[in-house]
């Protein structure tokens, strides 16, 4: 009875253990809309060292978004999606802008990125 029991458990252990380790390696997603002249959301928490995917989506006309010191950079088609995987490697608070010139209020256009521990 001991060995069939054993056995039952370490199956069972095989069988779940690559599906949890899958799930805690699975990076956070997170949407942002781009229209003119904003991005929704504004604001951004993240921490350091947690995996991350942007999904960038556009409104109307073609945008970018780039956080240099963090070395990200996503270029969207008007009406399109687009992603970006990075890990933030510092904390601190980073101002990402529009990468691509997108009319009169270009320049405005950011979103704040806040990396904490």
Known sequence: MLPALL???LATTAFFAPTARAQAAAPRRIDIVSKRFSF?????TLKKGE???LVLK????AHGLRFRDLNVNIKVNAGGT???QFT???TGDFVGVCSV????GHGM??????VVE
């Open 7 to 9: 056995a039952a458990l």
């Open 40 to 44: 929704d959301p504004g604001e951004i």
């Open 51 to 53: 995996p991350v995917v």
């Open 58 to 61: 556009s409104a109307d006309v």
């Open 82 to 84: 687009a992603e970006a």
């Open 88 to 90: 933030p490697d510092k």
């Open 101 to 104: 010139f997108c009319g009169s």
């Open 109 to 114: 256009m950011t979103l704040k990125l806040h």
